[in-house]
């Protein structure tokens, strides 16, 4: 790890002008790239006290070795120049994008004497005209079939071609009309070259214009009485519309725009974009990111806008990009694409309307796109057994833990803490076996006393069957020969399941406890293990800051690879447990926010609660009502009335509201919400199945 004063260079020798500058490693590797207004101002900062720089910052600078920097004329140089040396080093600290597929395009070959139709992928080729990305190869060809009719330009491969100029027959297309078969001199390269041309002008969204001229030639030809001409031109016109509708209209004004969203976590972003010409969706493609340095949404963008328009000009540089966050600057963007079109291009963010409606839709996208990715690699059973192998490496375990669990505390400023553990089974989330806790122990907040406390309670319950089932000796020590600690195979067998089948709640060991948070945490949960005797799980934690591993007793952390799949396990383990933890915590929250009087009533359920409210109408009118009264409604007796009337009366506010402005006394009925006095007692949790509320820890 270097020490960023070792190659700072002096104030004096970084010019205050934009540029581009590049951090080299100790190999003399380009690591990252970035541009700058101010060089000097921006190297600068780079160079300060690390606790002030972003982790990832942090990280990048003490992984280099030198800087280096070039002087340009002005930001859009500036970013051009970041963009040709991003492409050309791919540095392992700047956003990476990767396509989440090969995206095919419908290509027209206007680089050839006779213009070919057909499907591509990859590199873009100069001379070459592309529509598209579409989603299936399959959409291209249906949607040319039916162009085809009439714009017959040719579709077959070079072989092809040359096999009709020499037989002089054409293909199967060009009998059926759906070729104006230039091989065999049909028609002119001059008047085929214009047949493409028309095609390409179709697919670019100017429909009306061709849609038009055919009807008035269809008109003609009936009119003249020619009625078979008059149908095959009714039937091209069909055509036409029906390759329309496979992309529907989204935008009623004919807008020609691009679409870009966004959906990101800490550790990666999905781009997701709408082409939409003529008011019609005509393509969409997606990437994935890794979040390999400190960006901002609106950094994002910018990033998105080089991928996309980097080798574009002309026409394939829309009018409009909509966008989810401006980049900052804007002006130097902005200026770039206006030079990649050759006219004004509008970058903005909707606000209003259809625009704003369908950028939702990509957004939603986006989200998808994101939960895919994520899903795909977690689903894989060679990276999932690649990452368990990488941590048992990095933590030094006799082998890959096959399970672990990890504990998160959420609070709000001390107020309702909680705890979260969540369980992975061979990498997978084992969401039946999640558990929650509410802090006994003491108040307020303390991360540390709270993590021992939850691991202790954890742990002893873990003991406590074990020492049920006979499976621990009088002096604690587990008994191998029953199952031990690894006893889940003969769980029906050892007493680790409940009479239904069930597991029971903290029956079986994890071979890895991984804590949310560093070495102060790490060492709460150690201590926890040890003043119970159990010292076969390992303990580790994961430090948001800089995304170390912290091991019990080490004043150093492990640092795993920013690649490492065992980095992205443990990352993927910590953030669910963050999850669990803050999604209990608010509906703790929500619930305390939402308590009514009754909901201090004993024995009193949701059921005799709701009627209650039904048959008084609000609170206020229970608490006037008396014993007599209450024991009318069904299914309240007596005593039931009298615990009411008690709650009620010691619940009852010491005076009315009263309106400061009127001094008027406010008359509340206290109407029941839902949720509120109604006796609902726990906010449902949102983790996703009924089995993660399943025999909570309280």
């Known amino acids: 790890m270097a020490d960023p004063s070792s190659y700072r ?23 990252y790239v970035g541009k700058a207004k101010s060089l000097r101002q921006r190297l600068a900062s780079y160079f300060q006290d690390l606790s002030h720089l972003h982790p990832r910052t942090a990280s990048m600078v003490t992984t280099a070795a030198s800087v280096e920097w070039t002087v340009v004329s002005t930001e859009v140089e500036a970013l051009q120049l970041e963009y040709s040396w991003i492409k050309e080093f791919d540095p392992r600290f700047n956003v990476k994008y990767r396509d989440d597929k090969s995206y095919p395009y419908l290509a027209v070959t206007m680089n050839e004497e006779f213009p070919r139709v057909q499907v591509m992928r990859g590199h873009k080729k100069k001379g070459v005209r592309y529509f598209g990305p579409y989603g299936h190869a399959w959409a291209i060809r249906d949607t040319v079939d039916l162009l085809l009719r009439v714009f017959p330009v040719r579709t077959c491969s070079a072989g092809v071609f040359k096999n009709a100029e020499r037989t002089g027959r054409p293909c199967l297309l060009g009998y059926i009309g759906k070729c104006s078969a230039p091989c065999v001199e049909r028609v002119s390269p001059e008047e085929h070259r214009e047949l493409a041309e028309d095609f390409c002008e179709f697919m670019t969204g100017r429909t009306g214009t061709y849609i038009r001229r055919i009807e008035r030639q269809m008109a003609d030809a009936a009119e003249e009485m020619e009625y078979e001409k008059a149908a095959r031109l009714r039937d091209d016109i069909e055509a036409l519309k029906k390759a329309m509708e496979k992309s529907a209209v989204v935008l009623a004004d004919a807008t020609d725009a691009d679409l870009i969203a966004l959906a990101e976590d800490e550790l990666e972003a999905a781009v997701q974009i709408f082409h939409v010409r003529g008011g019609r969706v005509r ?12 960006v901002t949404s609106g950094d994002l963008v910018e990033h998105a806008l080089q991928q996309l328009y980097g080798e574009e000009s002309g026409d394939s540089v829309p009018k409009e990009v909509l966008v989810p966050a401006l980049p900052d600057p804007i002006e130097p963007v902005q200026e770039w694409l206006t030079e990649r079109r050759g006219a004004n291009v509008s970058l903005r963010i909707p606000q209003r309307g259809d625009k704003k409606a369908l950028m939702e ?10 939960m895919l990715h994520k899903t795909k690699r977690a689903s894989d059973l060679t990276t999932r057994s690649r990452a368990l192998e990488e941590i048992a490496e990095a933590l030094e375990l006799d082998s890959a833990p096959l399970r672990i669990e990890c504990y998160d505390i959420s609070h709000l400023q001390g107020d309702d803490v909680v705890a979260s553990m969540v369980v992975f089974e061979d990498g997978l989330a084992r969401k039946s076996e999640y558990r929650r806790f509410q802090i006994k122990g003491f108040e307020g907040q303390d991360d540390v006393r709270s993590m021992h406390e ?22 604690g020590v587990v008994d191998e020969s029953n199952g031990g600690a690894n006893g889940g195979a003969n769980g029906g067998a050892n007493g680790l399941t409940e009479e239904d089948g069930r597991p029971k709640r903290f029956a079986y060991p994890p071979q890895l406890v991984v804590v949310d948070g560093g070495q102060p945490q790490v060492a709460a949960a150690r201590r926890a293990l040890d ?23 080490d004043d150093d952390p492990v640092i795993l690879p920013r690649t490492s799949e065992g980095l992205y396990l443990l990352q993927r383990v910590r953030d669910e447990a963050h999850r669990f933890a803050i999604t209990y915590q608010r509906a703790k929250r929500a619930k305390r926010f939402k308590a009514g009087p009754l909901d201090a009533v004993p024995g009193l359920g949701d059921a005799r609660k709701q009627t209650l409210i039904k048959h008084f109408g609000s609170v206020k009118k229970l608490r006037s009502a008396t014993i007599e009264q209450i024991c009318e409604v069904p299914g309240v007796g007596r005593k039931t009335a009298e615990t009411i009337v008690a709650a009620l009366a010691a619940a009852a506010p010491v005076a009315p509201a009263v309106n400061t402005a009127t001094g008027e006394i406010i008359e509340d009925e206290e109407p029941v919400r839902a949720g509120a006095s109604n006796g609902e007692t726990e906010a449902p949790v949102t983790a996703g199945t009924s089995e993660e509320r399943r025999g909570q820890e309280t």
């Not at 839709?361 to 994101?370: H, K, M, W």
């Open 9 to 31: 260079p002096k104030p004096g020798q970084i010019p205050d002008s934009p540029g581009v500058y590049k951090f080299r490693d100790e190999h003399r590797r380009v690591i």
């Open 283 to 294: 393509g969409q493609r997606g990437w994935v990111t890794d979040k390999v340095e400190a």
């Open 361 to 370: 839709t990509v957004a939603r996208n986006a989200q998808q796109s994101l």
């Open 454 to 475: 939850v691991l202790t309670r954890r742990f002893k319950r873990y003991l406590a069957d074990k020492e049920k089932t006979g499976e621990l000796d009088e002096e």
């Open 531 to 553: 003043e119970l005797g159990i010292d076969d799980i390992a303990v580790c934690g994961l430090a948001k800051r800089l995304e170390e591993v912290w091991v019990p007793g």
